[in-house]
Structures are given as C-alpha cells and as structure tokens.
C-alpha cells in the first residue's frame, strides 16, 4: 500500500478499521500505543448481546411505567389541550380551523380519537373544565402522545448504541430523558411538542431537516474525495439516493398530509377568517357564500383587520398630551382595533363630495344604481368613514403614532369643524384582486385603505397593545409601507334598509340592469391543492412569526438548559394539586455540564478522538440547532421549545462520559475499570432519579399535604409556583 493513498472504505468496516488506512504514516509508538489499546478494549466494548438485552428491557419498561402512571388525571382540561384536544374536536367534524403549525400531529391525535369513539362535540374550551369520559375517551387520546414519549427513550438508546456508545453510557443517556419530568409532563397530555422534531408535527422540525442536512452535504464532501475512488457515476448514484430519500421523499410526504388536510375540513369554521375569500367560498356553510353582498353608501360598516380579526374602534377617550418618551400627540380622539364587537366598532361609509375636492371626478350612477336609488362602493373609489356614537370622521395627520414612531397618528375630526382638513378624511379603497370600478364585496374582497393625502395604508400594529389609556387595545396607524399584511381589511357586516340578510334586493327591470349586474357577479373559480397549500404556508409563516404577545410563563432561551423558568399547565386548590412543567434540575445541570464541558480533552487515541467529533460531533450539531436560532426568533417562546434539544444534549453527556471511559490507559485492571464505571454511571442515575421523584408530585399533580412542601420544592425563585 502507498503510504498517504486512501482506499476504498468497507461501510460495513467499524470505525477503527475504517480509519486504519488514513493513519498509515503514524509513528511506529502511535501504532503500537493503538494495537494495545485495540487488544486491551474493555467492557465497554466488549458489551454481551444479553446485556445489551436485559438494557432494553429496563428501558422499555421504566418509560411506559413513567409515562402512562395516572394517565387519566386529572381528569380536566390541561394547559394547551384547550387547543389541541379543540383540534381533534374540529378535525372529527370536518370543521376548518386555522393553526401555525402543520397537520400530522393533530391528525394523528384526531385518528387516535375517531378510533375510540370520540363524536367531536366536546370542544375542551375552558383549562380545569371536568372531562366526562362517557363522551370523551380522555385516557386513549393521551395515550398516544404517552407512547411517544416512551419509545422517543428507546429510540435514544438504540441510537446511542448504533453509534458505539457502551450499555452504561447509552443507559445514562435513556435515563436523564425516563426520569425527565418535563419530558414526562409534555408527553401525558393532548399535546404536540413532545414529538415536533418531525417536520409535518411542527415547524421546529426545520431545525431536524437542516441538522441532517448538514451531515449529509459533510458525507457527501468525503465521498468527492478523489482517494475514496469513486466513479462519477457511482457518486451521483450516492447524491441522488440522498436528494431522492432525504428532500423529494419528505416534501412529497409533507404536501400529502396537507392534501389529506384540506379533503378532511370541508366545513366553515374559526379559521375561514384568516384565509382568503377564494379559498372561504369553497367551504360548505361559509359565511361568504351566504352573507356577502354588494355595499351601498350610506350604510352602517364594521371594518375587520384580516391578519388579526380585530374591529376598526373608537371611543371618547383621547390620545394624552404628551408620552412617556417626551413625543407630543394631537390629544385627539384615539382609534384601535378592538376584539369585541360593541357599538363603537360601527361606521357609516359616505363618498367623496367633488365640492371640497374636484380634482377627483364626479362618479355616474349605472342603471342599475339610478333603479335602486342607491350608489355600490367599489374599488378605487375614496370615501369617508363617519363614527355615528363620536359625530366624527375618520383621519390621519403629520404627527406621529403612540408606539411606533415611524407610522402616523389615526385620529377623527368633528364633522362640525370646517372643511379646510377634509381631503385628510378621505381613504381610497384599494382591492389588489379588482379591476377599478368593481362592486366591493362584504367578506370577499380584502383591501388597504389608503389616505388622499399621505398616501399611508390604515394599519392594526402586529403585538403592541396601548396602554390603559387606550384601554389595553391594538395600535392603528398610518404605514408608509403599503404591501405589509397588516394593511389588509375587510367590510365584515352591512346593515341598509336594501340590505337583508346579507343580500341586495334584486330589482331587475331592464337589461341594462341585468348585463350590469353579470359583469359585476363575482366569479367563484376553485383553488387547486398548490394554490391552497402555497396560501396556507405563508400564512402560517406570518402568524407564527408574530406571535410576540407577552405571556406570563414565557422565558428567553438563555435561561431553558439552567431550569430558570417553568409552565404552570393546571392547578386544584382542593389538596393542593397542580401540575407545573418543570425539567428535572439535576438531569438538567448534569446534561447542559455535559454539553459544555470539554470532555474530550480526556481521550488520547486518535481513534476514539475520531469517533467522538464525527458521531458525537453530530449530536453536539444537533443540539446546537435545534436550540441557538430561538435565541434570533422574534415569537413568544417556552421552555418546552428547548425539549428536543434537551434530548440531544442527554445524548451528548452520555458519550462525553463514556469518552472519558474510552480514553483512560490501562492503569488499573480491565475489571476494576468497568466497575468503577458502572459505579459513576449508577450514582448519577441514582442523584437523577431521586430528583425526578423529589419532583414528581408537580409533574403528576399529585398534590401536597401543606404548603411548606410545595415552598421546599421552589429551589429558585423564578419558579412560579401556585398556592406559595
């Protein structure tokens, strides 16, 4: 063999032998410091298949038993299965509904329910509301999720195996996630983050595909290698088997439960209002198929913010005088957008009178219109928008906005003051799917309305809420910035004398009226499955994203692998029970001092260091991924984000503990050794069990006999637990 020449590489070959070959010119002590140490392999690698067995077993065992103890209590509504369980709900009935993250997990978990029974009518709307398992079958639904969790263990075990880690150190790993109790906590209910590494569960799964992919494009880099001695041809055979199992396979399965998605809810239901009103229209019972109708002037409006499903609000109240930040406002009316519907959400919708601005021009009834006696808003028209309970019109001025000082202040303005500031009233309604001079229509048609003066967009702020001035409402102002989302509205309900239900009176007399009234009917054309899909995908990207609302349980990434901060998902003063998502502290500490301890500094062989930065170096890559980009994201964010990383970072402490076993010389005997590894690996156990169980009544709500006992259990004072 030519020294320094690399050779084919048998992928069946272990890693030592495979790496023979790239240490053919070591020093002749290297390579008998490796032959000894090849000849002197303790029971770390001598592990029996039995003991490898009996391994298994334990595993198996302890992660169901962990799991599925209590399964059923409390037998109330927890923390998010106010969503996920109302999901289930929506999916048995067919009912649309909208969620930021992909369909797999809730189909399953809507699978798992329709196979026990479950008829959908329970909507799990309240936390704590009792759960009657005569309609519900509350211990099968989380079942599922239970499993998961426990083979999510076993999976981890084998795979630290596969990747030649011993039976203590694999067993180490599997049991700081067994006796996890945020893993435990996650995994007991109607939830989803316990298995969302899967990208069609959740989009956290993005972070798995890019971790795989970066191994793949590493492999990949080897094999180009012009020493491995491959063809070109059996190189493109080695990319396209990667290209078709690990991009084409997984995003022809990810539009697949999409398709399955969309033939399961064909009913109207919560989430028509965040999609388009194409999409809405094909929805049996739709709100848009029966009750959108042309609007006439002079009608009473409620304008909708698309993204937010917020009203376009005022009240009496005024902006103050001055900020805390020194800006002065206009002390005018303040305008927001508002979540309930009362009285102050209504608008009248007049049009532009050409005495106070002949530059637009005067608009011609049609026919139709002269019938009727009646004029339609449509686009591109500018109109006023008059609030009967104030007696003001709607406007914006050059002063800035409370929260955000790149956009303007939305105020009104007395219809009693003079008409010198009226083109500031006026708003074009600007429809990017109509023609100019096409009928507007109530729910279908989505518009900006942009000022004649300023030329900004009427905008509802993504996640600022003003202060209890403005009574804790949404930001509405003037953005220069037309194409944002957040500039999309819609006319919600209509109230005309020749409005009934939703419809015009029909008068058609002539056909003049008739051809009118064709050339305006909206066409309803079906969306195909890319069409629904592509909508779908950005507006989950959108909503995902601006999930900023501050929420008293949220925590930043910096504080997640140190056990700062915890989940309270339910509580029952009754015995003092509640159950608080809290990750073991000791299995915690020990995992984070795993990942950021220098370990492999211990080992000496050039193989062992080999094997450490390729197989564990891929699950230091994993845990770095699926945890540093939170620390970039904008979104509201909880610890229960960092649970797939906690996984990886359990796998990495238990090989970086077992490369400090693999690197040691033989300085004692072969027996003594692997006693005194087993030794180090059962006292960490043993430290991390007694801390799951120390624990565990906040993970099974199993409730305390005073408050002293819970008060004993707040080892930091970040932990917000209940009735202390």
């Not at 009316?333 to 002949?358: L, M, R, S």
Request: net charge neutral; hydrophobic share 45%.
């Amino acid at each position: 063999m030519e020294v320094g020449v690399r050779h084919r590489i048998n992928p069946n070959q272990n890693v030592s032998a495979a790496l023979s070959d790239n240490t053919a010119d070591a020093s002749a002590d290297e390579v008998k410091k490796d032959n000894k140490l090849e000849e002197n392999k303790g029971i770390i690698k001598k592990d029996s298949e039995i003991g490898w067995f009996l391994a298994l077993i334990v595993v198996i065992l302890f992660s169901f038993v962990t799991r599925f103890w209590k399964l059923s209590e409390p037998s109330s509504v927890v923390f998010d299965e106010i969503h996920f369980g109302k999901f289930v709900s929506y999916y048995i009935r067919g009912t649309y509904f909208f969620d930021v993250h992909p369909p797999l997990g809730k189909m399953l978990l809507a699978l798992v329910g329709y196979l026990a029974g479950f008829d959908g009518q329970f909507l799990f709307d309240t936390i704590g509301v009792e759960i009657v398992d005569k309609y519900v079958p509350i211990y099968t639904m989380r079942s599922f999720p239970a499993a998961c969790g426990a083979i999510t263990n076993v999976i981890v075990f084998l795979c630290l195996k596969e990747i030649g880690i011993s039976i203590p150190g694999s067993f180490l790993g599997a049991a700081l996630l067994i006796f996890d109790n945020a893993l435990i906590t996650q995994s007991r209910f109607i939830l989803l983050d316990i298995n969302k590494s899967l990208k069609s569960v959740k989009l956290v799964g993005l972070f798995t595909v890019a971790t795989v992919g970066i191994a793949v494009i590493t492999d990949l880099w080897r094999l180009m290698d012009i020493r491995r001695g491959l063809s070109l041809r059996r190189f493109g055979y080695h990319f396209f088997a990667r290209v078709f199992c690990l991009i084409v396979l997984p995003c022809a399965l990810y539009l697949i439960f999409f398709f399955i998605h969309f033939k399961i809810l064909i009913y109207s239901g919560p989430g028509d209002p965040y999609m388009s009103p194409k999409f809405q229209a094909e929805l049996k019972g739709s709100a848009v198929q029966y009750l959108s109708t042309e609007i006439p002037y002079y009608s009473n409006i409620t304008l909708k913010n698309r993204n937010f499903q917020a009203y376009l609000h005022s009240h009496h109240n005024t902006y103050p005088q001055s900020y805390e930040d020194g800006r002065i406002s206009s002390g005018g009316q303040i305008v927001t957008a508002n979540f309930e519907n009362d009285i102050n959400n209504y608008w009248v919708i007049a049009p532009v009178n050409t005495k106070f601005n002949p530059a637009i021009p005067e608009y011609k009834l049609t026919a139709e219109e002269m019938k009727r006696g009646i004029r339609y808003v449509r686009n591109n028209d500018y109109v006023q928008f008059f609030h009967p309970p104030t007696e003001s019109y709607l406007l914006t001025h050059d002063i800035v906005s409370p929260l955000t000082s790149t956009h303007m202040e939305i105020t009104t303005v007395s219809q009693n003051k003079p008409a010198t500031g009226y083109n500031a009233t006026l708003w074009m309604i600007d429809a990017k799917d109509l023609e100019p001079g096409q009928k507007i229509i109530s729910l279908r048609t989505h518009f900006r309305l942009v000022n004649f003066i300023y030329g900004v967009a009427i905008h509802c702020h993504r996640g600022l809420l003003l202060p209890s001035w403005g009574l804790g409402q949404l930001e509405v102002n003037g953005n220069k910035n037309l194409n944002e989302e957040d500039n999309i509205w819609y006319f919600d309900e209509i109230i005309h004398e020749q409005v009934v239900r939703g419809k015009s009176h029909e008068i058609r007399n002539s056909d003049d009226e008739i051809e009118t009234e064709e050339k305006d009917k909206k066409v309803v054309i079906k969306l195909t499955f890319l069409q629904k899909f592509y909508e779908l995908q950005r507006i989950m990207i959108i909503y995902n994203a601006g999930i900023t609302t501050t929420h008293p349980y949220s925590s930043s990434p910096f504080s997640w692998p140190f056990v700062l901060r915890g989940i309270s998902f339910w509580e029952d003063a009754d015995g003092l029970r509640q159950i608080y998502l809290l990750g073991n502290p000791v299995g915690w500490w020990i995992s984070i001092t795993g990942c950021l301890g220098r370990g492999v500094d211990f080992v000496e062989s050039f193989h062992v260091r080999l094997w450490f930065s390729r197989g564990v170096g891929f699950l230091v890559l994993a845990w770095l991924m699926h945890y540093v980009p939170f620390f970039i994201m904008g979104r509201v964010l909880f610890v229960h984000h960092y649970l797939p990383s906690y996984i990886f970072s359990a796998m990495v402490t238990a090989a970086v503990i077992d490369s400090v076993g693999r690197g040691i010389q033989s300085v004692i005997s072969l027996r003594q050794r692997s006693v005194g590894y087993w030794i180090i690996v059962s006292v960490l156990i043993v430290v991390n069990v007694g801390s799951f169980l120390y624990f565990s009544p906040l993970t099974y709500g199993t409730g305390f006999a005073s408050k002293e006992e819970i008060l004993s259990r707040k080892w930091l004072q970040s932990w917000d637990l209940q009735y202390i």
